[in-house]
């Protein structure tokens, strides 16, 4: 059997599905983080897989570019869960909720 | 050939960010708010460019077509973008007028302040002329990278923690969201430019994948734009950021999101408005209804504020949502209202968090019920207030009524169709429903007594921060002139219908 493209593309869904779900099922910001990173990484599975099945390098370029805006964001967001750690010694995103209404 | 004339202004920007921090380096404590100082004179000097490029066609020598395209079509200069550069650059130099005085006083990290809006700024001027996905992506991440920090930069407070860390997971994950999407249409259309996709769109206009992809990028949009149901962060967000973060984000982010929201729905999805038209009619619905209803019984001012900017999110979307039913000369007109909306509400939002600012540090509380009074020991600031909550809710003479009046003209010029009166019907209640909150506000400062709390004695006497004033002064002087001469501005977002692929 060969691997033909629809096949990378329902795999990176089924990634994209698993992320979206640990982001509304887990309540740790770490995780959930997680959950997102593993979301931008099925988007670079369809990215490629498309390039390659059309021949045009511009999808294996676009993941470089979400590759290191990925990596920016988790410069900025450990440096906000790592504050908020240091205030309330938890990273629960159910602690959080001094606002509300 | 590269035209260094129309990437000027991004350069400019480039070389004031380094200064920023060169400057933030080498100013002793106490003097960093010099930093702020060279951003601000940075971004003035980075609006010169655009007013040189938009009188090129008038000079001699001078032989362009007014629409500059670089990067094999990626990025494109053209009236449109230079009006929304202009504005960004206008809000940021606002919110530095805000941040100075409110950073200095409550001894945060000043020059990283300065130098992260100046960053956040500069992603949302390449957003304007952004012509292709990646670029669209990285201006749109680089307007939300260093909001994010901002949104948390009062380290110590639990609210400031618990804004910052909302703000950032529904950012990446609408980042997420919106990048698949692109991911999805990329794959159908082969093509990353708008030009292509546009061309390719026809095609599989009907592929399940298509229409899903172009949903996605909506709802990353919607993420950004605080649209309902996607809106939650929005007020925890506003409320717990610093005062002139939030004002930031409620205009300079916002309207960043609205300008990727509209240049890609009608550049690159312009063939096939049919799927997303309707999306954005219910969003507005949705949107300006829930925002101004759950804004009725807010009592923190700053929070109703971030319900206010949701429900204004709806109207902005308001002119397109009978998009599928508009031929190009519609599309121009509701191209001309969104943008005049979002010019006049950049104004008098950054005015009216500007007022509140103001009003905060004369009772001592973000509170309604506190600023009973408030007209009595601090006539300037109340005014303010007055002048800005009246023209948010499009009282005439004030501005806002010209920004509601293209709203609706906009959308019922599809005449006979029956979903665009009802959603006219739909604004026209939320248009009532709105004034009675922000009439509330100014009855309480007017007309209430003074609660047993207020600290009146010695805040009252405190003058304003010059450059706090210098903002208000400034916000307030174009919501009166545009609400009497209304060209003021209408010229501007008439000059944005120009929003074009290239030359």
């Known amino acids: 059997m060969t691997v033909t493209p629809g096949w990378y593309m329902a795999l990176a869904a089924v990634l994209f599905t698993i992320g979206a779900s640990g982001i509304l099922l887990r309540r740790n910001a770490l995780v959930m983080f997680m959950s997102v990173e593993l979301m931008l990484n099925a988007v670079n599975l369809t990215f490629v897989a498309a390039g390659r099945n059309l021949n045009v390098l511009d999808g294996q370029v676009s993941v470089f570019f979400v590759m290191v805006v990925a990596a920016a964001e988790v410069v900025v967001g450990l440096a906000i869960i790592v504050a908020v750690f240091r205030r309330r010694q938890t990273a629960s995103v159910d602690e959080l909720s001094e606002m509300r209404g | ?503």
């Open chain 2, 1 to 503: 050939m590269f035209d260094y004339h129309a990437i000027a202004p991004e350069l400019i920007i480039g070389v004031t960010l380094l200064l920023v921090i060169g400057v933030d380096l080498l100013a002793p404590p106490g003097r960093k708010y010099l930093a702020g100082v060279v951003g601000l004179v940075g971004l003035v000097a980075a609006a010169f460019p655009l007013l040189t490029m938009a009188a090129c066609s008038d000079l001699a020598g001078c032989t362009d077509t007014g629409v500059r395209a670089m990067f094999d079509g990626s990025y494109v200069v053209d009236d449109f973008a230079l009006v929304l550069k202009g504005l960004f650059l206008l809000t940021g130099v606002i919110s530095l007028l805000l941040s100075v005085g409110y950073i200095e006083k409550d001894r945060y990290y000043e020059g990283e302040f300065y130098f992260l809006l100046v960053a956040s700024v500069a992603g949302a001027v390449i957003m304007a002329s952004a012509r292709d996905l990646i670029t669209l992506f990285i201006g749109l991440e680089l307007v939300s990278g260093p909001a994010f920090l901002l949104a948390g930069w009062r380290k110590g407070d639990v609210r400031s923690n618990e804004a910052a860390l909302k703000f950032f997971l529904m950012g990446v994950l609408s980042a997420a969201i919106l990048l698949f999407g692109m991911s999805l249409v990329y794959g159908l259309t082969g093509e990353i430019t708008f030009s292509g996709i546009r061309a390719g769109s026809a095609v599989v206009a009907d592929e399940p994948a298509f229409i899903l992809g172009v949903v996605f990028i909506l709802v990353g949009f919607a993420f950004k734009i605080s649209a309902v149901p996607f809106h939650f962060w929005a007020p925890d967000t506003y409320q717990g950021a610093p005062t002139p973060v939030a004002a930031y984000l409620s205009v300079g982010s916002k309207v960043a999101g609205f300008v990727g929201l509209i240049s890609i729905s009608y550049l690159a999805f312009g063939g096939v408005a049919e799927i997303w038209g309707p999306i954005l009619w219910l969003l507005a619905a949705v949107t300006m209804t829930l925002g101004n209803l759950v804004a009725l019984k807010q009592t923190n001012v700053i929070r109703m504020l971030g319900y206010s900017s949701v429900a204004h999110a709806g109207f902005v979307l308001v002119p397109f949502a009978m998009a599928a039913t508009f031929d190009s000369a519609g599309m121009e007109e509701a191209i001309f209202a969104s943008i005049t909306y979002l010019l006049i509400y950049a104004f008098m939002n950054l005015g009216a968090f500007g007022a509140v600012m103001a009003a905060v540090s004369k009772s001592g509380s973000g509170e309604l019920p506190d600023w009973g009074g408030l007209g009595r020991y601090a006539p300037g600031v109340a005014g303010f207030l007055g002048l800005f909550f009246f023209s948010l809710a499009g009282i005439p003479p004030l501005a806002g009524w010209f920004a509601k009046f293209v709203m609706f003209k906009a959308v019922l010029q599809a005449s006979g169709s029956v979903w665009g009166v009802t959603l006219a019907v739909i604004a026209a209640v939320n248009a009532v429903i709105a004034l009675f909150y922000y009439a509330r506000v100014v009855k309480t400062v007017f007309m209430d007594d003074v609660p047993e709390t207020a600290p009146v004695d010695e805040a009252a006497r405190t003058p304003l921060s010059p450059s706090l004033a210098l903002a208000l002064g400034l916000t307030a002087f174009m919501v009166v002139v545009t609400g009497f001469f209304p060209q003021l501005l209408a010229f501007f977002g008439d000059a944005a219908r120009a929003l074009t692929l290239g030359p």
